[in-house]
């Protein structure tokens, strides 16, 4: 399958870019940042994966300047991130209802393949860091997705960029009740993604310090 078929459920993560906010928590769910299906995604989570994604963009940059351009080009990877981690376990919950499994040798031969197409481990990791915001230690997880995404859109018989495949995905996000921390939104059951929630009371920091990531 082409690359950009592979690529297309990720790429959904690429949300427009909107005002970060300074919104307090949801006191229903203290601590976290997302609860989907009864299980919470907690804030400390959610940082820890922010905090693998900067230090990847640390180790491939040469110097401070550099570093603080890609995390200015980066400056909605916590939102983009929990998107994903939301986006994942609905997808997961999507294909395991329809009897859709992964295996760990087909995942390595995703890899195989992409590596060929990047030039290397190192071309691939650096790729979808660059592009995706994730990093090197969660390309496994995130290869697993486009399976799961490709193998769910083939039994339904589409593709992930038609609205059949999205519709499974918003019944998936419906059944888990998904639940955002306002400081990120809210989840949109029809698109199953994330979207900034429009609360005008909010103090628009986009134009803050350039490494603040949330």
Request: a neutral charge.
């Amino acid at each position: 399958m082409h690359r950009r078929r592979r690529s297309a459920l990720l790429l959904t993560a690429a949300i427009a870019a909107a005002p970060l906010i300074t919104a307090c928590g949801n006191d229903a769910h203290p601590g976290a940042a997302a609860v989907v299906g009864g299980q919470r995604i907690t804030v400390a989570q959610l940082e820890n994966r922010v905090s693998e994604v900067r230090a990847a963009q640390r180790a491939t940059v040469r110097d401070e300047a550099q570093y603080e351009q890609a995390v200015a080009r980066t400056g909605t990877l916590t939102r983009d991130t929990l998107h994903n981690m939301v986006l994942d376990q609905v997808l997961h919950h999507a294909a395991r209802e329809a009897g859709v499994t992964v295996t760990r040798k087909e995942i390595q031969r995703m890899r195989a393949g992409l590596e060929r197409q990047a030039g290397g481990r190192e071309g691939l990791e650096t790729t979808w860091l660059q592009q995706y915001g994730i990093a090197p230690e969660r390309l496994e997880e995130n290869l697993r997705l486009q399976l799961e995404a490709q193998k769910l859109a083939k039994k339904l018989g589409t593709d992930t960029t038609r609205p059949d495949f999205w519709k499974a995905l918003s019944a998936a996000s419906e059944e888990l009740d998904i639940d955002l921390n306002p400081r990120y939104g809210t989840w949109d059951v029809e698109k199953s993604g994330r979207v900034d929630a429009k609360t005008p009371w909010v103090r628009d920091v986009t134009a803050a310090d350039p490494q603040q990531t949330t």
